[in-house]
């Protein structure tokens, strides 16, 4: 997927809307109020993309894919929001790759949860990956086996130019 950049006025309200209908914590909430804040008086206040991320997408009993890509193309992070159901541990990893997640511990971003509740990883000054951003969702650190649906991450990832 390419970049498909708006104002950032746009892509908050999304923000605002998935982590109100994800019932998401209190802590979850504020760090993406700060880092709004933040990219908007510090931060030049750039373009941004409002990703979802689906993790039915990855699991082996749902669509089974390997890799997820969020953007095939050069981008910044600026911060992830996952929500994790069931309670068997599950790592979501990203990749600075334009086709392909890493499953071996070369990812870049790994985030590992085992019981069901959400996580809020922001970069105020962001995280640039030079190839894209593909992630998948796996049972172990340095493996590929997918996770299952009923212990996936959703969630959303905003990104920038």
């Given at each position: 997927?390419?970049?498909?950049?708006?104002?950032?006025?746009?892509?908050?309200?999304?923000v605002?809307?998935a982590?109100?209908?994800?019932?998401?914590?209190?802590g979850a909430q504020?760090?993406?109020?700060?880092?709004?804040?933040?990219?908007?008086?510090?931060g030049?206040?750039?373009?941004?993309?409002?990703?979802?991320?689906?993790?039915?997408?990855?699991?082996?009993?749902g669509?089974?894919?390997?890799?997820?890509?969020?953007?095939?193309?050069?981008?910044t992070?600026y911060?992830?929001?996952?929500?994790?159901v069931?309670?068997?541990?599950?790592i979501?990893?990203?990749?600075?790759?334009?086709?392909?997640?890493?499953?071996?511990?070369?990812?870049?971003y790994?985030?590992?949860?085992?019981?069901?509740?959400?996580?809020a990883?922001?970069?105020?000054?962001g995280?640039?990956?030079a190839?894209?951003?593909?992630?998948?969702?796996?049972?172990?650190r340095?493996?590929?086996?997918?996770?299952?649906?009923?212990n996936?991450?959703?969630?959303?990832?905003?990104?920038?130019?």
């Amino acid at each position: 997927m390419s970049l498909s950049l708006q104002d950032g006025v746009q892509v908050w309200t999304k923000v605002k809307n998935a982590l109100s209908a994800a019932n998401a914590n209190p802590g979850a909430q504020n760090a993406f109020r700060v880092l709004r804040e933040y990219i908007a008086t510090q931060g030049g206040n750039p373009q941004l993309q409002f990703i979802p991320i689906n993790g039915t997408f990855s699991a082996s009993d749902g669509g089974a894919n390997a890799s997820q890509v969020l953007s095939d193309t050069a981008c910044t992070v600026y911060g992830f929001y996952l929500k994790k159901v069931g309670a068997t541990e599950t790592i979501f990893k990203g990749s600075a790759n334009a086709t392909t997640a890493g499953t071996d511990g070369t990812q870049k971003y790994a985030f590992s949860k085992t019981a069901a509740g959400d996580l809020a990883v922001v970069y105020p000054t962001g995280e640039v990956t030079a190839s894209g951003l593909t992630v998948t969702e796996n049972t172990t650190r340095t493996g590929s086996t997918l996770t299952l649906v009923a212990n996936r991450f959703d969630g959303f990832v905003v990104i920038g130019a």
